[in-house]
T-cell receptor, first 113, second 113 residues
Framework: GQQLNQSPQSMFIQEGEDVSMNCTSS?????WLWYKQDPGEGPVLLIA?????ELTSNGRLTAQFGITRKDSFLNISASIPSDVGIYFC?????????????FGKGTKLSVKP | EAGVAQSPRYKIIEKRQSVAFWCNPI?????LYWYQQILGQGPKLLIQ????????DSQLPKDRFSAERLKGVDSTLKIQPAKLEDSAVYLC???????????FGQGTRLTVV
């Protein structure tokens, strides 16, 4: 089946640094989404991308939908301690009645004050 | 707007026992998903409902897992009998009709001993 490869698996950075993570797939997707999951909570949607080449920002977060439709990246600028968590990419294709999301394994972000 | 509600938050059972989880999606959301998230992994789809019908249950271990959404609103997921490898967080999510972005509940953490 479809699989998403996220990298890096984990990052340990200093507060104030910028962060970059990416997600690649062997299959194309129509939509890419980025979620953040805090310990003991469900994933929370950060950014959704709907068109190849699209670049979208949400505060300090910027994400892009790759031209090939097989990849996406997420950047976080000027990281702060509350950015700590696990970031998941998810790809969506329409199938059946509506399709569903395929998730990567996540990038764990740790921020040192 | 109330989010996706799940209960219980935590459950510990012995192997071969049965367990049930409950989910109430965001009001008006037609599509409901159950995901299984094993520690260190991304969520994996178990079953997708569109109103009260099953759209995709291809990854549901049907010999022990069952789910229903009888009135097209809330849903229950049951495991009977549980195995050690069922220890995971069970996440419920919903999307509006035609939507792609899934909204997640807090999840139920199941430990099978």
């Amino acid at each position: 089946g479809q699989q998403l490869n996220q990298s890096p698996q984990s990052m340990f950075i200093q507060e104030g640094e910028d962060v970059s993570m990416n997600c690649t797939s062997s299959s194309i997707f129509n939509t890419w989404l980025w979620y953040k999951q805090d310990p003991g909570e469900g994933p929370v949607l950060l950014i959704a991308l709907y068109k190849a080449g699209e670049l979208t920002s949400n505060g300090r977060l910027t994400a892009q939908f790759g031209i090939t439709r097989k990849d996406s990246f997420l950047n976080i600028s000027a990281s702060i301690p509350s950015d700590v968590g696990i970031y998941f990419c998810a790809g969506h294709n329409y199938g059946g009645s509506q399709g569903n999301l395929i998730f990567g394994k996540g990038t764990k972000l740790s921020v040192k004050p | 707007e109330a989010g996706v509600a799940q209960s219980p938050r935590y459950k510990i059972i012995e192997k071969r026992q049965s367990v049930a989880f409950w989910c109430n999606p965001i009001s008006g959301h037609a599509t409901l998903y159950w995901y299984q998230q094993i520690l260190g992994q991304g969520p994996k789809l178990l079953i997708q409902f569109q109103n009260n019908g099953v759209v995709d249950d291809s990854q549901l271990p049907k010999d022990r897992f069952s789910a229903e959404r009888l009135k097209g609103v809330d849903s229950t997921l049951k495991i009977q009998p549980a195995k050690l490898e069922d220890s995971a967080v069970y996440l419920c999510a919903s999307t509006p009709q035609g939507g792609v972005e899934a909204f997640f509940g807090q999840g139920t953490r199941l430990t099978v001993v």
